[in-house]
Nanobody, 116 residues
Framework: QVQLVESGGGLVQAGGSLRLSCAAS????????MGWFRQVPGKERDLVAR????????YYADSVKGRFTISRDNAKNTVSLQMNSLKPEDTAVYYC?????????WGQGTQVTVSS
């Protein structure tokens, strides 16, 4: 069983930065494709960024390109999301996800609030 624990959310002013981290346990982390999603009340959970098992391939939603950076440390079983130039519309609950052996695992989520 894979467990994911996010940290690093909080309240920040527009233009500021936050760094989210996700620690994984169980399974074989270096085989996971990892992603960050976000969700606001009443809307679907959307993919923000994704990184391949090796870190060699990344994907970003258009809304965060150039502002967010996803990275991973396979030695520490962690994935991070560096968020810069934050905007009020980035306010959401952010979830870490791991794809492994045809199963997607989710963290519990961490709230990010960007004030204008």
């Amino acid at each position: 069983q894979v467990q994911l624990v996010e940290s690093g959310g909080g309240l920040v002013q527009a233009g500021g930065s936050l760094r989210l981290s996700c620690a994984a346990s169980g399974g074989t982390f270096r085989q996971f494709a990892m992603g960050w999603f976000r969700q606001v009340p009443g809307k679907e959970r959307d993919l923000v960024a994704r990184i391949s098992w090796s870190g060699g391939s990344t994907y970003y939603a258009d809304s965060v390109k150039g502002r967010f950076t996803i990275s991973r440390d396979n030695a520490k079983n962690t994935v991070s999301l560096q968020m810069n130039s934050l905007k009020p519309e980035d306010t959401a609950v952010y979830y870490c996800a791991a794809d492994w052996r045809a199963t997607r695992y989710w963290g519990q989520g961490t709230q990010v609030t960007v004030s204008s």
